[in-house]
Nanobody
Framework: QVQLVESGGRWVQAGGSLRLACLAS????????MGWFRQAPGKEREFVAA????????SYANSVKGRFTVSGDNALNTAYLQMNSLQPEDTAVYYC?????????????????WGQGTQVTVSS
């Protein structure tokens, strides 16, 4: 099993920046990829970004490309999401997810383990 804990979410004004972190514990040696998803009030959870642990492959949703950067530190078992130029529409609960097997990294069903989420609120 893998446990995930997100941190870094808070209130910020539009145009500001935040960095989220996701600390993985447990059987972390088996992790293939870590992803970030978000869920805004009244909406379905959506893919934001993902990184593969071994090859460092990156993937982003079109809505965040150029503003958000996903990265990871294998030694610390931590994934990060640097979010710049935040807008009110980025307001959501942000979730970290991890997977051990399979090639897909952009869908919820690709992931086995999930964190509890961290709230990001962007005011105009």
């Amino acid at each position: 099993q893998v446990q995930l804990v997100e941190s870094g979410g808070r209130w910020v004004q539009a145009g500001g920046s935040l960095r989220l972190a996701c600390l993985a514990s447990g059987r972390t040696c088996r992790i293939y990829a870590m992803g970030w998803f978000r869920q805004a009030p009244g909406k379905e959870r959506e893919f934001v970004a993902a990184i593969t642990w071994g090859g460092g492959g990156l993937s982003y949703a079109n809505s965040v490309k150029g503003r958000f950067t996903v990265s990871g530190d294998n030694a610390l078992n931590t994934a990060y999401l640097q979010m710049n130029s935040l807008q009110p529409e980025d307001t959501a609960v942000y979730y970290c997810a991890a997977k051990r097997l399979g090639a897909g990294i952009r869908l919820e069903r690709d992931y086995e383990f999930w964190g509890q989420g961290t709230q990001v609120t962007v005011s105009s």
